[in-house]
């Protein structure tokens, strides 16, 4: 009869328990569909700011505005991080051709991120096309030196995960200026990391490595439409000419910061939970999907848990941060300046995948931790939120990575992401209201979940 009469208790607390939980996530998507935020944070932010890349004075702008919005939520603590991130400015608007027998024909271009410029002039040269990195070596120096290595892998569209798609050959991007050079080439154009075929260059990151200098050459991203006219062009004409100059410039590290804002936890403040996205975005659009949605909807997080007067037991802390983009650098600061403090984080969620809407999260954690979550997945079921994998999280919280935290990011449908993804499309318009506010009520929802229930920690085995 005892035995019973605990069992029949813990049913009764377990369904209590539930209860309360399923009354706090309506209560939170409720709140951010009917009365968010987020929307007019990503109007203003994308709107009256635009485009934040680190070093310029746009980003220096952000800062000022998140830490301003921030401090209007009556937080317990707002303040700045310093942070030195590189700068780099992509000058006047990129030029470029292809020269056929019946003359030039106008490309889409844009430089890469990082990219030295073009000489005075411009280039002119023959093309070698390839389909990645691996056909350098088999064509060898003497059919690549003097020539555009034009990298033309697309992105490849059987792959359901775009993510992984975009993985699959944006190595060209990064390194295909620097093993490129190797062989002789005068530089480089690439195929825009992107499924739809249209008219938008996609810049990104690029890097050099240890080249000097001097030597470094030019890479720009070419737009998919103009990808295939190239290397249609090619097949009918192997000597076809194409021609680019740019302006580019690369100047010494500058001061920025990382944005922060916490709710002290009333049972738990030593242990640190984070939600962020980064400021920074590229400049050819206003960064509204990568990554302003970010932004927005993780400030939402702290004042959605404010307006439903939920109380965090852990402390809940925002981390807007700087320079993801090209360097990393804000993510590496936050986490070095976490560790110097000995500050214990149990939990980091990032949204750094775009505004559209929300499907689940992926996990990098303990298979306990991932259990705890699959216990939680019912009370998301009237949201259609149903992805929950193991993987990976974000770039910015990953290097708070250790054998203790929970890592998350959320995972919004990504099949339009890469349409948008460092391009001049990368726009307001291109943002839903209602799908950018469900992303804010889902991690809010996993974030008051982990507050109050906290992490797993693995039992340790007895040799």
Same mark, same amino acid.
């Given at each position: 009869?005892?035995?019973? #009469? ?5 049913? *009764? ?8 939980? $399923? ?20 109007? /203003?932010? #994308? ?15 952000? *800062? ?5 919005? %921030? ?28 020269? =056929? ?19 005075? +002039?411009?280039?002119?040269? $023959? ?15 003497? &059919? ?47 195929? #825009? ?20 200098? $001097? ?28 021609? !680019? =100059? ?31 996205? /980064? ?12 990554? +302003? ?25 925002? *981390?807007?941060?700087?320079? $993801?983009?090209?360097? %990393? ?33 992926? !996990? ?5 931790? !991932? ?49 948008? /993804? /460092? ?20 991690? =809010? ?6 507050? &109050? ?11």
């Amino acid at each position: 009869m005892k035995k019973l #009469s605990i069992l029949l208790f813990l049913s *009764v607390a377990i369904g209590f328990a539930q209860n309360a939980d $399923e009354k706090q996530l309506k209560s939170v998507y409720s709140t951010s569909l009917i009365n968010g935020q987020s929307y007019a944070w990503l109007d /203003h932010l #994308s709107n009256e700011i635009g485009g934040r890349l680190s070093g310029s004075a746009n980003a220096a702008k952000a *800062v000022q505005y998140t830490k301003a919005e %921030l401090e209007k939520l009556g937080l317990d603590n707002v303040w700045l991080q310093e942070v030195l991130v590189p700068k780099w400015e992509r000058g006047g608007a990129e030029v470029a051709y292809m020269q =056929t027998n019946s003359g030039k024909i106008d490309m889409q271009i844009c430089a890469l991120g990082g990219s030295v410029a073009t000489k005075d +002039g411009g280039i002119e040269a $023959e093309v070698i096309e390839v389909k990645g990195i691996d056909d350098l070596k088999l064509l060898g120096k003497d &059919k690549i030196q003097g020539k555009i290595v034009f990298y033309n892998r697309p992105m490849q569209a059987d792959l359901i995960s775009t993510f992984e798609a975009y993985g699959g050959c944006v190595d060209q991007r990064y390194a295909g200026a620097k093993e490129a050079l190797k062989y002789g080439a005068v530089g480089v154009v690439v195929r #825009s990391m992107n499924l739809r075929m249209d008219d938008y260059p996609h810049t990104g990151s690029m890097g050099y490595e240890d080249v000097a200098v $001097e030597d470094r050459i030019p890479a720009a991203a070419i737009s998919t439409n103009g990808a295939e006219l190239l290397s249609k062009q090619l097949q009918k004409d192997p000597k076809t000419k194409f021609g !680019f =100059t740019m302006y580019c410039k690369q100047f010494k590290d500058v001061k920025s910061h990382n944005v922060i804002g916490e709710i002290t936890g009333s049972e738990f403040p030593n242990e640190i939970i984070i939600v962020g996205g /980064h400021l920074d975005s590229w400049d050819l659009g206003d960064g509204s999907h990568d990554d +302003g949605a970010g932004v927005v909807q993780s400030m939402e997080v702290l004042r959605l848990m404010k307006e439903t007067g939920y109380k965090p037991k852990r402390t809940i802390r925002v *981390v807007l941060f700087m320079n $993801e983009e090209n360097g %990393l650098r804000g993510g590496k600061k936050y986490a070095e300046i976490a560790k110097e403090k000995g500050e214990k984080h149990v939990f980091a969620l990032e949204s750094d995948a775009g505004g559209f809407t929300p499907r689940g999260f992926s !996990f990098d954690c303990s298979d306990e931790n !991932f259990a705890q979550v699959e216990s939680w997945k019912a009370l998301f079921k009237p949201y259609l939120i149903h992805y929950f994998e193991k993987g990976g999280s974000g770039a910015d919280i990953g290097p708070l990575k250790d054998d203790q935290i929970v890592l998350a990011g959320l995972r919004p449908d990504s099949q339009r992401y890469f349409d948008h /993804h /460092h391009a001049a499309n990368d726009t307001f318009d291109a943002v839903n209201k209602r799908e950018l506010e469900l992303g804010a009520a889902t991690m =809010t929802s996993l974030v008051y979940l982990f507050d &109050k229930y906290g992490t797993v920690t693995p039992k340790k085995i007895k040799g």
